[in-house]
């Protein structure tokens, strides 16, 4: 996260979304298209850079610690390519914030759908 947390409580914490390797692919894509497309507050765009980072982030450390994803997986049943993606308060709000968002990423991303 490059921006400083607010003064809320949990402001900086990160939450992990599980998402599955499509709506990660869906999720990249509609980010690229808000920050190519259409003026975005630059408090917003850092936070949506900051997803981008994170998606990559998730991939590597899955591939360097695998351990904890896969028993993550193994006790849900979710496929292996399901990853956690961790957003902080204000990165999970810009996405939300984006019209362009497919709704199953949306539904996963504000707690109504699993992976």
Do not use: C, K
């Not at 993550?72 to 956690?84: C, F, I, N, Q, S």
């Amino acid at each position: 996260m490059s921006a400083l947390p607010a003064d809320e409580p949990g402001a900086g914490v990160l939450v992990p979304h599980w998402l599955a390797g499509p709506q990660r692919t869906d999720l990249a894509a509609a980010v690229r298209r808000a920050l190519a497309g259409r003026p975005v507050h630059p408090v917003a765009a850092i936070h949506l850079e900051d997803v981008l980072t994170e998606l990559h982030v998730a991939a590597a450390r899955d591939a360097v610690w695998p351990a904890p994803a896969a028993r993550v997986r193994l006790a849900t049943g979710w496929d292996e390519d399901v990853l956690p993606v961790r957003l902080s308060a204000a990165e999970l709000s810009s996405v939300l914030s984006l019209p362009e968002l497919p709704e199953g990423v949306r539904a996963v991303l504000s707690g109504n759908a699993t992976a």
